[in-house]
C-alpha cells in the first residue's frame, strides 16, 4: 500500500509541518529580539571604545596626527610616571591580596573547623563588596592620618600616597580573589589526596605537589582581576593618593581639570591594555580549568588536623578583625562629633546628608539608578541570554553576542565613561538627548557589569535541557510561553541573584559615573567624593555607611526570598531526590 497517498499520513505529516512554520516565526522573532539587544551593545560599549581611539589619534579640530598625543604622553616624565606608579602598585597588591586570599580560602575548603564558623568568616570576608571604594581610604586615613589613631605605627611613614593606595586596595581586592581561589580549591580530587596518604608523603609535600599544582589556574585568574581592579580603581587613589598620581587620577585631571581630551583617549587607551590582556589571560585560564575536570573526580574530604586548624581559625579571625575595623572606623566616624576632637556620640552627619544637605537627594538618586539597573539589567542579561542559547541556527550572531557580552568586563568603568562622554555628547549623535540623564547612568551600570551577569545566566541556563524548547514547538506553543512558565520559574534564583548584583555594584559604583553625573543625577558614592575634598569626613563616612546598610539590607532580602522561592519553584528537585 502507497502510505505517502494515504489520508491519515497526509494529515499526520501537514500535522508535523506546522511546529516547523511555527518554530520558524518563533525564530524570527528570537532572532530580532536578540539583534535589539546585540545592537544596544554595540551603542553602548563599541562605539565608545572606537571614540576613545578616534579621538586618541586626531588633534582638536579633528584632524588624524596618528600617534602623536602618544608620543607626547611618553615624553613627559609626570604623566609616564603615573603609568609606572599604577604597573608597580597594582602589582603590590596582588602580591598582598591574593596570598591572604588563598590562606582565608585554604581555611574555609581544607579546615575542620567548625561549619557555622566558616559561615561567619565567609560573610565578614565579603562585606567590602557593599561598600565603595573610598570607604576603606576614608578609614585607613582615619587610623593611619596625620591625626589617626594608630599614627604611631608608622613610624615617621606617611600614609598619603602608595602605602595608602595599596592598603586600601587590598582591603577592596580581597574578596574578589577569595571568591576565585575558594571556587579553585572546591574542584579538589580526594583520589590524589589518598594516595598521597598511602605513599605516606607528609602534608607539606602534598600541599606543594597536589595543592598547588592543581589550583594554579584560580591564582592565576584571581591575580588578573585583582590586578585589572586596581589599575583601573578611582575612588581609592583619588581619596588617599596624595600626590601619588596613577593613571586612573590622571585620566580625571586631564578630562576635567584640563579639558584635554586627547590626553584623556591616550590615557583612557592606557588603562584598556592591561585590561584587555589580563582579560586574554583570564579566558585561557578558564578553558584550561575546565578541562581538568573530570567525571571520576570524588569529592575530598578535609582530616581533622588539630594545629593546623588551629592556626587556620586563628589567621581567619585576624583577617576579619582587620576588615571589620575598617568599614568598624567608618561607620564610628559618622557617629562621633568631630575626629579627633570632640569624641562624643551623635547623629546630626546622619541628619546633614539626609535632611540638610542635597545629600539625600544623592542617595535617592543612588537608590533609583540601583533598582532600575536591577530589573533593567536583569530582564536584558537573562532574556539576551536565554536567545543565545537556545535559539537554533545563530550561527555568527552567537558568537558575536557572546563576544560583546564578555568584552565588557575588560574595559575599566573610567574608559567606558570617558568614552560616553566623548560619543554621546557629540552635537551630531541621535542619542546625545541621553547625555547628563539618569537613563545614562543606568544604561553604563548595565554595560559596565554585563559580563558577570551574563555568564550568571548562561550558567543556570545551560542546566535546562533544550528539549523543552523542542516539545514546546512540537505542540505549537509560542517560545514566549515556554519561556514564561518553565524557563523563568527555574531560574529564578539565578535571575534573583543578577539582579541583586546589580544592584549592590550600582550602589556603590563610582568609576562609570564620574564623567557622566549632573548636580541634579549626581550619585551618593561621587558625593561622598566631593565630601571628603571639603574635608567632610563625618557627612562622607554616614553616606558611605548608608550605602552598604542599604546593600546589605537588600541581600538580606534577597537571601529569604530566595529560600521561599526554591522552596515553590524548585520543589521537584526535591522530590526527584526522594
Known amino acids: ?46 562605539a565608545p571604545l572606537v571614540t576613545i581611539l578616534a579621538h586618541a589619534v586626531q588633534d582638536k579640530d ?34 598582598i591580596s591574593v596570598p591572604i586570599a588563598f590562606v582565608f580560602a585554604y581555611a574555609l575548603t581544607r579546615s575542620r573547623m567548625p561549619a557555622p564558623l566558616k559561615a561567619v568568616f565567609r560573610l565578614i570576608a565579603l562585606i567590602p563588596l557593599l561598600a565603595p571604594s573610598l570607604l576603606s581610604a576614608i578609614s ?19 600614609i598619603y600616597g ?23 580549591l572546591s574542584l579538589a580530587d580526594g583520589r590524589l589526596y589518598e594516595a598521597a596518604a598511602a605513599l605516606r608523603t607528609r602534608p607539606f609535600r602534598q600541599f606543594m605537589t597536589i595543592t598547588l599544582p592543581s589550583c594554579k589556574y584560580g591564582l592565576i585568574s584571581a591575580a588578573t582581576v585583582v590586578f585589572t581592579y586596581v589599575v583601573s580603581d578611582f575612588g581609592a587613589p583619588k581619596v588617599i593618593g596624595g600626590n601619588f598620581n596613577v593613571l586612573s587620577v590622571d585620566v580625571f585631571k586631564q578630562v576635567v581639570g584640563q579639558h584635554n581630551f586627547s590626553i584623556g583617549a591616550v590615557v583612557g587607551m592606557l588603562l584598556l591594555l592591561p585590561s584587555i590582556v589580563s582579560f586574554v589571560i583570564d579566558y585561557v585560564v578558564r578553558r584550561k580549568l575546565k578541562a581538568q575536570l573530570t567525571a571520576r573526580s570524588v569529592p575530598y574530604s578535609p582530616k581533622r588536623r588539630k594545629v593546623a586548624d588551629t592556626l587556620l581559625t586563628l589567621f581567619c579571625t585576624v583577617v576579619c578583625g582587620l576588615l571589620l575595623a575598617t568599614i568598624g572606623m567608618a561607620i564610628y566616624t559618622s557617629l562621633i562629633s568631630l575626629w579627633p576632637y570632640d569624641l562624643s556620640f551623635t547623629l546630626k ?8 544637605s542635597d545629600m539625600a537627594a544623592a542617595y535617592g538618586n543612588s537608590l533609583l539608578v540601583a533598582m532600575v539597573t536591577a530589573v533593567a539589567g536583569s530582564l536584558i542579561v537573562f532574556v539576551g541570554a536565554y536567545l543565545i ?55 553604563s551600570m548595565v554595560v559596565h557589569y554585563y559580563t558577570s551577569s551574563h555568564l550568571t545566566a548562561v550558567t543556570a541556563l545551560k542546566q535546562i535541557d533544550n528539549e523543552f524548547e523542542a516539545v514546546s514547538a512540537s ?51 561621587v558625593a561622598i567624593m566631593h565630601l571628603d575634598d571639603a574635608g567632610d569626613i563625618g557627612p562622607a563616612s554616614a553616606l558611605a555607611s548608608l550605602i552598604v546598610v542599604t546593600s546589605t539590607l537588600v541581600c538580606i532580602a534577597y537571601s529569604l526570598l530566595t529560600r521561599v522561592l526554591l522552596a515553590r519553584t524548585q520543589a521537584w528537585r526535591n522530590l526527584a531526590r526522594g
Open 162 to 184: 602608595a602605602p595608602g593606595i595599596i592598603l586600601a586596595e587590598v582591603y577592596n581586592t580581597f574578596p574578589h580573589a577569595l571568591m576565585i581561589l575558594v571556587t579553585a
Open 1 to 46: 500500500m502507497n502510505t505517502l497517498a494515504h489520508p491519515s499520513a497526509v494529515k499526520a505529516s501537514s500535522f508535523a509541518a506546522r511546529p516547523t512554520m511555527r518554530w520558524s516565526r518563533d525564530e524570527t522573532i528570537a532572532r530580532a529580539i536578540l539583534f535589539v539587544v546585540m545592537a544596544m551593545l554595540f551603542v553602548f560599549l563599541i
Open 475 to 525: 505542540l505549537k506553543v509560542p517560545f514566549f510561553k515556554t519561556f514564561l512558565r518553565v524557563t523563568v520559574p527555574v531560574c529564578l534564583p539565578a535571575i534573583l541573584d543578577i539582579g541583586r548584583y546589580f544592584f549592590v555594584v550600582s550602589m556603590a559604583s563610582l568609576s562609570c559615573a564620574i564623567f557622566l553625573y549632573t548636580p541634579e543625577t549626581i550619585l551618593a558614592s
Open 62 to 95: 579633528g584632524r588624524f596626527v596618528g600617534l602623536a598625543h602618544f608620543i607626547t604622553y611618553f615624553q613627559t616624565p609626570s604623566l609616564l610616571r603615573a603609568a609606572w606608579n599604577s604597573v608597580w602598585v597594582s602589582a603590590a597588591v596582588v602580591m
Open 389 to 443: 542559547e537556545k535559539t537554533r541556527n545563530l550561527g555568527l550572531m552567537r558568537k558575536g553576542m557572546h563576544l560583546m557580552a564578555v568584552l565588557s568586563m575588560a574595559v575599566p568603568g573610567l574608559v567606558l565613561g570617558l568614552g560616553y562622554v566623548m560619543f554621546f555628547n557629540h552635537p551630531a549623535n541621535p542619542l546625545n538627548f541621553l547625555y547628563q540623564t539618569m537613563a545614562i547612568l543606568i544604561i
Open 140 to 158: 585607613f586615613v582615619q587610623w593611619f592620618g596625620n591625626q589617626g589613631a594608630l599614627k604611631f605605627l608608622l613610624g615617621g611613614m606617611s
Open 349 to 356: 552627619h546622619y541628619h546633614f546628608v539626609l535632611v540638610e
